[in-house]
């Protein structure tokens, strides 16, 4: 445990006041100032015990079981206080230390003789990134507020904060030269984004799986059938150079690009497609392209922590990594760059053959300086199915039109 004294401003008062009386009774040899200079001694040392005794006997324990969570979720903790001492504790002040922004555990207590308390924290996250919780800090403090004594208890405890997600119902990235036609016709059972029809309602189908809207046309219940997905590989990459972004805090087009890339890769995985994730940001992350749970966790943990931070500009990312992509790749570019370069720079990925998808996002409408309306004019001339997304746009309405 760490252990510290603070010396309140009174008993600074006070110490300078007990020297005085000192050095005035030594010149004197009054008795008065001498019983007055014990009489301090006394009171400071029964603060300062007090204050001592009060952080003895005491243990206190933070329960943290959440140790992944996403923005707009909660963080949960439970704290308990013990007093194995049969003296009373009285304003103890317990705080979990943590760099976790809007974790506020403050609370004072009293325990009585062989007391017990525990309480619960909640905390709203509204910031991705990691983050360290712990040590719990015990505060006291005498009744005359002469010193403040302290003691950080426990370990520290990690907590990873996935950027927040959007749900993309009306999102569709057309696949690129399928080994095949012949996949984009069977059917199967699994729900993926590629929705071919509708049919009667058998016993056992899933009621998420239900056309609401035909079934109020045709009187009976109707449920929507799916084509099995496409065995193309969907690339994102994530431009996270610090030339081209704009804004701050969550209002920014890092946040928003980060957003954009999870709820895509949340999107495509779900439905069992292979996403990859490339960004160039505070670290060059290039994550390979695979399916399932665990791909989903790996692109998150990339998203909680990357920073639009980076020296390389896109052109340079994509001249780099165009090797990764061929004919049966779908790559996605998220940025708010509207510059040329890297729109010249994206005839490498095309030459490859693979199929190219951009998210733009408007810099201009984020206090920054340039807009896109010629980047978009290029884009719809090449033909690149284009997403437009501003500041403050319901991103799940703006990825469910492209203007390309």
């Known amino acids: 445990d760490l252990f510290r004294v603070a010396f309140m401003k009174r008993s600074k008062i006070a110490l300078v006041i007990l020297c005085i009386t000192l050095l005035f009774a030594l010149a004197t040899g009054f008795a008065l100032l001498y019983r007055f200079a014990y009489v301090l001694v006394m009171l400071l040392g029964l603060a300062?015990?007090?204050?001592?005794?009060?952080?003895?006997?005491?243990?206190?324990?933070?329960?943290?079981?959440?140790?992944?969570?996403?923005?707009?979720?909660?963080?949960?903790?439970?704290?308990?206080?013990?007093?194995?001492?049969?003296?009373?504790?009285?304003?103890?002040?317990?705080?979990?230390?943590?760099?976790?922004?809007g974790h506020h555990t403050a609370t004072v207590i009293n325990l009585s003789g062989r007391g017990f308390r525990s309480w619960a924290v909640r905390t709203d996250c509204r910031q991705r990134g990691r983050y360290t919780l712990g040590p719990v800090n015990i505060a006291s403090e005498d009744p005359f507020g002469l010193f403040h004594l302290e003691r950080n208890v426990g370990p520290t405890h990690n907590l990873l904060v996935f950027p927040r997600t959007v749900e993309l119902p009306h999102l569709f990235l057309p696949p690129n030269d399928l080994p095949g036609d012949s996949s984009l016709q069977?059917?199967?059972?699994?729900?993926?984004p590629n929705a071919s029809g509708v049919r009667d309602y058998l016993y056992g189908d899933s009621f998420n799986r239900i056309h609401w809207r035909s079934t109020a046309r045709m009187g009976k219940p109707m449920v929507k059938e799916f084509d099995a997905?496409?065995?193309?590989?969907?690339?994102?990459?994530?431009?996270?150079?610090?030339?081209?972004?704009?804004?701050?805090?969550?209002?920014?087009?890092?946040?928003?690009?980060?957003?954009?890339?999870?709820?895509i890769a949340k999107r495509y995985l779900d439905a069992?497609?292979?996403?990859?994730?490339?960004?160039?940001?505070?670290?060059?992350?290039?994550?390979?392209?695979?399916?399932?749970?665990?791909?989903?966790?790996?692109?998150?943990?990339?998203?909680?922590l990357v920073r639009a931070t980076g020296a390389a500009p896109l052109e340079e990312v994509l001249i780099a990594e165009s090797n990764r992509f061929g004919r049966h790749t779908t790559v996605v570019i998220i940025t708010p760059d509207s510059g040329q370069e890297w729109l010249l720079a994206m005839r490498h990925l095309a030459q490859?053959?693979?199929?190219?998808?951009?998210?733009?996002?408007?810099?201009?409408?984020?206090?920054?300086?340039?807009?896109?309306?010629?980047?978009?004019?290029?884009?719809?001339?090449?033909s690149v199915p284009t997403f437009l997304v501003r500041q403050r746009d319901d991103i799940s309405a703006a990825l469910g039109s492209s203007d390309g």
């Open 352 to 382: 490859r053959k693979a199929r190219l998808v951009v998210v733009m996002l408007e810099a201009a409408s984020f206090g920054g300086v340039n807009g896109s309306k010629a980047a978009l004019g290029t884009l719809a001339d090449a």
């Open 48 to 101: 300062f015990v007090w204050s001592w005794l009060n952080l003895q006997w005491l243990h206190v324990v933070a329960d943290r079981k959440t140790a992944r969570t996403q923005v707009g979720q909660w963080a949960e903790e439970r704290l308990w206080a013990r007093n194995t001492s049969p003296l009373p504790k009285s304003w103890l002040e317990i705080k979990d230390k943590t760099d976790l922004p």
């Open 229 to 263: 997905e496409p065995y193309s590989e969907i690339w994102l990459i994530l431009d996270m150079g610090k030339r081209a972004h704009a804004g701050s805090g969550e209002e920014s087009t890092e946040e928003y690009g980060v957003t954009i890339a999870a709820s």
């Open 272 to 304: 069992n497609f292979s996403v990859g994730l490339i960004t160039y940001g505070s670290d060059h992350i290039a994550i390979p392209a695979e399916r399932g749970s665990a791909q989903l966790n790996r692109v998150m943990d990339a998203l909680a």
């Open 186 to 192: 069977k059917r199967t059972h699994h729900i993926t």
